[in-house]
């Protein structure tokens, strides 16, 4: 076993959804996602697990999340010349691996803070078509970059489990930065809902870390106001699928989106 310590609060949240992706994959042929590599990680790196073990609307909830997310990859390849993934905040989501991993037509890049990064060279050997880009997603360097390297690319943008942590003025810099340099991309991501951020000390996997959420919105249609190039492709629900395994209490609040988005969605986005 090898002890790891986190230099700050947000990055200890990666070992939540990473913890629910092995636990998703034991239950073998019923599984939402299936993710030999989390597996393996979750036995070697040292850590208290056990306190997420009653967590179980985030159990239920990281594996939608990740199987979400996955198949927007899945779709977006098979729809798309020269697809170019980014997958923002990657932490250790062996997301290239569960997708694309054998797809020579397909460029995937794994984005992170250095120290992330270094973590998952560690643990993680990038696949053939993978790159590792160790920088903060709010950097525009690393944006010229694979500008600059893909110009006839088709950019997806996924950023999971991520854009709460962070003020929304800095969210609004990053999405601009975005649609000044890619247009014809798509962005997906999941945030909370305001009711959830004013709750935050109740939900039952983050009160157990100090890392606290920042953002949160309840119509997607916002983001259009934040620059004229951004398009309201869905916002979701993860309620809206596998509802045999999800808690009553998400069945029910499934049944009325727009209350459910108050607490949580996914969102797309196209950049005209």
Not at 48 to 75: H, P, Q, T
Not at 118 to 138: C, D, G, W
Not at 148 to 167: A, R
Not at 241 to 253: D, V
Request: glycine share 4%.
């Amino acid at each position: 076993m090898s002890e790891y310590k986190f230099k700050n609060n947000i990055a200890e949240t990666l070992l939540i959804p990473l913890y629910m992706r092995a636990k998703e994959s034991r239950r073998e042929a019923e599984a939402m996602v299936k993710d030999p590599i989390a597996q393996k990680l979750v036995e070697q790196i040292e850590y208290d697990y056990s306190k997420f073990d009653n967590a179980k609307m985030s159990e239920i909830g990281c594996a939608i999340r990740c199987w979400f997310f996955d198949k927007k990859v899945l779709d977006f390849v098979q729809s798309h010349i020269n697809p170019v993934i980014i997958n923002v905040g990657c932490g250790l989501d062996a997301r290239c691996q569960r997708t694309v991993e054998k797809d020579k037509n397909v460029v995937f890049y794994s984005l992170d803070l250095p120290d992330t990064i270094k973590l998952r060279q560690h643990y993680i050997p990038t696949a053939v078509n993978e790159n590792y880009i160790s920088a903060s997603m709010f950097e525009t360097a690393w944006m010229d970059e694979i500008q600059t390297q893909h110009p006839d690319g088709s950019f997806l943008f996924i950023i999971e489990g991520v854009v709460m942590y962070f003020e929304e003025c800095q969210l609004k810099l990053f999405f601009n930065d975005l649609s000044e340099r890619f247009h014809s991309a798509e962005i997906w991501f999941d945030t909370l809902g305001t009711l959830a951020v004013k709750n935050q000390n109740k939900h039952d996997a983050l009160k157990k870390v100090d890392a606290s959420v920042k953002w949160g919105i309840n119509d997607g249609k916002i983001l259009e106001t934040w620059n004229s190039n951004l398009r309201l492709i869905e916002q979701t629900s993860p309620g809206r699928f596998f509802r045999s395994r999800q808690t009553f209490p998400m069945r029910i609040m499934s049944l009325i989106p727009k209350f459910f988005f108050k607490f949580y969605s996914y969102l797309g986005y196209r950049i005209n």
